[in-house]
T-cell receptor, first 115, second 114 residues
Framework: EAGVAQSPRYKIIEKRQSVAFWCNPI?????LYWYQQILGQGPKLLIQ????????DSQLPKDRFSAERLKGVDSTLKIQPAKLEDSAVYLC?????????????FGDGTRLSIL | AQKITQTQPGMFVQEKEAVTLDCTYD???????LFWYKQPSSGEMIFLIY??????QNATEGRYSLNFQKARKSANLVISASQLGDSAMYFC???????????FGAGTTVTVRA
């Protein structure tokens, strides 16, 4: 089965510019997650969707970050305007619901550098 | 408070030897799950092994085993017969209660020497 697809793989922008990341989860996975991973740290959850509804966005900086999953399949995460501290790897993951032991499957991530 | 603590920032291990990576967790939920992931330098997160809070046996998956000590709230990963390809960052993560989201530790870097 195809894994979680993310694009772009790398992105370099200047501060105050905007950027968008795309994620396509594993087919049939109802739950989709966006994580931010700053260098040297573990991933931190930004937002969790189940189908096209938001389950948890408590750690999403809503003044600059937004995310959507319009048809309950692929998702877009946007940053506008970007700050230097947004330099990180943005990981998308997906999982099945129902089985508590189901792992989250991750994409390769988008490495964002802010100049 | 940190939900997941990994106290070893980096470890070196000789090829073919075993290595133990420490993980302690903090939760008041009776139902929780513990996961270990591997992150090579290429960046992808690879699921290794899972232990549920109600599982009586320690989980094993090939060369990976989990030393689960519930009373101590620890879930250490053991990698046996280390290979050069095991060099990576390893993360312990927890899912609590009815939540599906994961809380991650800071990770441990493992370097396998030939």
């Amino acid at each position: 089965e195809a894994g979680v697809a993310q694009s772009p793989r790398y992105k370099i922008i200047e501060k105050r510019q905007s950027v968008a990341f795309w994620c396509n989860p594993i087919s049939g996975h109802a739950t989709l997650y966006w994580y931010q991973q700053i260098l040297g740290q573990g991933p931190k959850l930004l937002i969790q969707f189940q189908n096209n509804g938001v389950v948890d966005d408590s750690q999403l900086p809503k003044d600059r970050f937004s995310a959507e999953r319009l048809k309950g399949v692929d998702s877009t995460l946007k940053i506008q305007p970007a700050k230097l501290e947004d330099s990180a790897v943005y990981l998308c993951a997906s999982s099945l619901v129902g089985d508590y032991n189901q792992p989250q499957h991750f994409g390769d991530g988008t490495r964002l550098s802010i100049l | 408070a940190q939900k997941i603590t990994q106290t070893q920032p980096g470890m070196f291990v000789q090829e073919k030897e075993a290595v133990t990576l420490d993980c302690t967790y903090d939760t008041s939920d009776q139902s929780y799950g513990l996961f270990w992931y591997k992150q090579p330098s290429s960046g992808e997160m690879i699921f290794l092994i899972y232990q549920g809070s109600y599982d009586e046996q320690n989980a094993t998956e090939g060369r990976y085993s989990l030393n689960f000590q519930k009373a101590r709230k620890s879930a250490n990963l053991v990698i046996s017969a280390s290979q050069l390809g095991d060099s990576a960052m390893y993360f312990c993560a927890m899912r609590e209660g009815a939540d599906y989201k994961l809380s991650f530790g800071a990770g441990t870097t493992v370097t396998v020497r030939a």
